[in-house]
T-cell receptor, first 113, second 109 residues
Framework: KAGVTQTPRYLIKTRGQQVTLSCSPISGHRSVSWYQQTPGQGLQFLFEYFSETQRNKGNFPGRFSGRQFSNSRSEMNVSTLELGDSALYLC????????????FGEGSWLTVV | SQQGEEDPQALSIQEGENATMNCSYKTSINNLQWYRQNSGRGLVHLILIRSNEREKHSGRLRVTLDTSKKSSSLLITASRAADTASYFCAANRDDKIIFGKGTRLHILP
């Protein structure tokens, strides 16, 4: 069974640009959550989607958004990139709403210059 | 604010020794999970302990949970070089999982 797949793995963007990251969950998993990981702040919850609906949201500005498609694949978008958005963005999936084991992808490394 | 807080932040031990990491959390929980992350990679689930459980084992891992003290510990016995990684606790309450900042474990040869 394939794991959680995130694309792209690495990318470099310029301040002010926008970026879209993609996540394909494990087959059969309906919940997808996103996390931002930085050395200073650790692992911070961005949002969670279940059946195409955002169910939980972390404390991030509106520049961070996401969506989930009918096949459970998810995308997150960051607009008007800032240097501080440089981070590892991790996607995780689970069978149902978060509460049990979540399975992480390898992450997307975003560098903003 | 972080739901889980790991202690210590960093730990270096000799190969073969046992490693103990602690996690404290702030509110009541449904379950607590431990994850491992190798440098720059995704997190790997290690073990889940429910709020009505006190101890759980998985191979060389032993997790305890003390809900009265709102704390958990992860013990790795007979450590190996491959155990070098960051370890995170994640407290789950009401369908929200909040991660701590992790303990960086380094196994010395």
């Amino acid at each position: 069974k394939a794991g959680v797949t995130q694309t792209p793995r690495y990318l470099i963007k310029t301040r002010g640009q926008q970026v879209t990251l993609s996540c394909s969950p494990i087959s059969g998993h309906r919940s997808v959550s996103w996390y931002q990981q930085t050395p200073g702040q650790g692992l911070q919850f961005l949002f969670e989607y279940f059946s195409e609906t955002q169910r939980n949201k972390g404390n991030f500005p509106g520049r961070f958004s996401g969506r989930q498609f009918s096949n459970s694949r998810s995308e997150m978008n960051v607009s008007t990139l800032e240097l501080g958005d440089s981070a590892l963005y991790l996607c995780a999936s689970s069978l149902e709403l978060t509460g049990n084991t979540i399975y992480f992808g390898e992450g997307s490394w975003l560098t903003v210059v | 604010s972080q739901q889980g807080e790991e202690d210590p932040q960093a730990l270096s031990i000799q190969e073969g020794e046992n490693a103990t990491m602690n996690c404290s959390y702030k509110t009541s929980i449904n379950n607590l999970q431990w994850y491992r992350q190798n440098s720059g990679r995704g997190l790997v689930h290690l073990i889940l302990i429910r709020s009505n459980e006190r101890e759980k084992h998985s191979g060389r891992l032993r997790v305890t949970l003390d809900t009265s003290k709102k704390s958990s510990s992860l013990l790795i016995t007979a450590s190996r070089a491959a155990d070098t990684a960051s370890y995170f606790c994640a407290a789950n309450r009401d369908d929200k999982i909040i991660f701590g900042k992790g303990t960086r474990l380094h196994i010395l040869p």
